[in-house]
């Protein structure tokens, strides 16, 4: 069987650990040659980088690891690159989150003005990824989940058009773990339709092999709880912010009870809810810094002054499978079904050709081929349009260096009250992303 070589893109990201011992697991339909770990904080990597390096020895010594800073070294003869990187990292996030409650929006790191001062953020350092990939090794693939993927995913159609980079997001695979446990199936068993955009879409059918129909029975039980499971099926969305938004899918779905909703859509629907229900001082930014981020690095330390990962805290990151999936569909032809960000092109019928939507595809050695969703409704139609401005607009004004186009964007997003509302935001923003965005006229 052949073998891969593969570099991991945010080496020194939280998610690194969990990703690298999930290849592992999955070694016996995705063997490994090579596995670099790639990042250009050297600190950051170096932990990581050391700690995993015992790891590797111990559970895969038949693998070449390494880690470093070197775009060159990182680049050179891979067959993938996994891709999550952080401009900006947690300290831009928290800035993110918390400049627009001074003005009283709220966000996540994806959604809402924050997120899109990450996207101004994520398109260069994402471009810089896939140059020194088709540089180093023009032959290999990028799976990216660097956020926020719809904006990346725009910026890549735009700006490199032909690059062989995909974008990708666990939320729809993570709502579908809850699904099944709602229905007690297992989630390979299930094949869904869904349209949309990035963290902002909606199922329309939630089906078993054999055919047999079960949004009903989803919608049902949501339409009490949420997507909050009797059963934890996650170990990622599980601090209590994430239990506050499984439950808040409920609301959602009452908007519109034809279709089960992305949990992402409450920052769109309900954003004075949300706004209440923050804790302006202590955001996401808090909770991962004191939580995920300080786990997993204190994890890699005490791996390294033991000496050993025996019994370390480390643990596989299992729904994130799906890259693994999406890696052997491309390696071996496996057509397999999947939801991908893709550029429309008449999958759903009433949408702009050149939006990057989220839809189903069935994905082989030549990538992504959408499956159809017809015609959707007037109100997610509108929903959808104007969000898909917003992306768009941002990375037309990236291009252009343009102020008057990132402001019609801010004030586009059904996030933000007011043109002026958006432009305060806008002006704190660019203040304190002076070394990351490109200057706007
Ligand atoms: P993190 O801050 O722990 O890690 C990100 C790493 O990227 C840092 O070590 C940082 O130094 C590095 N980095 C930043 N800019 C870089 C560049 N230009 N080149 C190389 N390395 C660079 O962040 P995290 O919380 O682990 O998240 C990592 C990424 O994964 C984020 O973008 C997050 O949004 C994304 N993510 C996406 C999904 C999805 O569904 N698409 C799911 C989970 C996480
Ligand atoms: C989900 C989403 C990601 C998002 C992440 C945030 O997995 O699909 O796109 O980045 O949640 O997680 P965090 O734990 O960092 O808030
Ligand atoms: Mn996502």
């Keep these: 069987m052949e073998k891969f070589s593969v570099v991991i893109a945010g080496g020194g990201s939280t998610f690194t650990p969990g990703i690298v011992m999930m290849l592992l697991d999955n070694a016996d339909r995705f063997p490994l040659r090579k596995l670099k770990l790639y990042d250009n904080d050297k600190e950051r990597q170096e932990v990581l980088g050391k700690a995993l390096e015992i790891l590797m020895k111990e559970q895969a010594p038949e693998v070449e690891f390494s880690y470093t800073i070197d775009p060159k070294e990182a680049f050179a003869d891979i067959d993938f690159c996994m891709a999550h990187i952080r401009v900006g ?93 709602i229905i007690n199936k297992n989630p390979k068993d299930l094949d869904v339709s869904y349209f949309g955009l990035n963290h902002f879409g909606w199922w329309t059918s939630v089906k078993d092999k054999s055919g047999k129909e079960y949004i009903d029975e989803i919608k049902e039980y949501v339409s009490q709880n949420g997507y909050l499971t009797q059963v934890e099926v996650d170990t990622q969305h599980t601090d209590p912010s994430w239990q506050e938004t ?102 759903i019928a009433n949408f702009p050709d050149d939006a990057m939507v989220e839809v189903p595809c069935i994905v082989g050695s030549d990538g992504p081929e959408a499956i159809c969703q017809g015609n959707i409704p007037m109100f997610e139609q509108a929903l959808m349009f104007q969000q898909v401005t917003v992306e768009k607009l941002l990375v037309e004004a990236y291009i252009e260096k343009s102020y008057q186009k990132l402001w019609q964007s801010f004030t586009l997003s059904k996030t933000i009250p007011s043109a002026k509302v958006a432009k305060d935001i806008l002006d704190d923003l660019i203040e304190a992303n002076r070394d990351y965005w490109p200057e706007l006229q």
């Design 246 to 347: 499984h439950k808040k899918a409920k609301d959602l779905l009452a908007v519109d009870p034809r279709f089960l909703p992305n949990t992402y859509l409450k920052y769109y629907l309900y954003p004075d809810y949300v706004y209440e229900n923050m804790d302006c001082t202590y955001t996401r930014a808090n909770e991962v810094m004191d939580g995920r981020e300080k786990q997993v690095f204190d994890e890699a330390r005490k791996i390294i002054k033991k000496g050993t990962a025996k019994n370390s805290g480390f643990h596989i990151d299992a729904h994130a499978s799906f890259i693994v999936d999406l890696a052997c569909a491309i390696a071996f032809n496996t057509h397999e079904r999947m939801i991908m960000i893709v550029e429309n092109n008449g999958a």
């Design 89 to 181: 990292k947690y300290e831009m996030r928290e800035k993110d989150e918390k400049i627009p409650l001074k003005h009283g929006v709220a966000g996540q790191e994806t959604c809402g003005p924050g997120g899109l001062a990450y996207g101004m953020r994520s398109i260069t350092g994402m471009l810089e990824l896939i140059d020194y990939m088709e540089k180093y090794s023009p032959d290999a693939w990028m799976l990216n989940y660097s956020n926020p993927a719809a904006i990346v995913a725009e910026a890549c159609r735009i700006l490199r058009p032909d690059s062989k980079v995909l974008n990708i997001c666990d939320m729809p695979v993570g709502t579908l773990r809850r699904m099944s446990q």
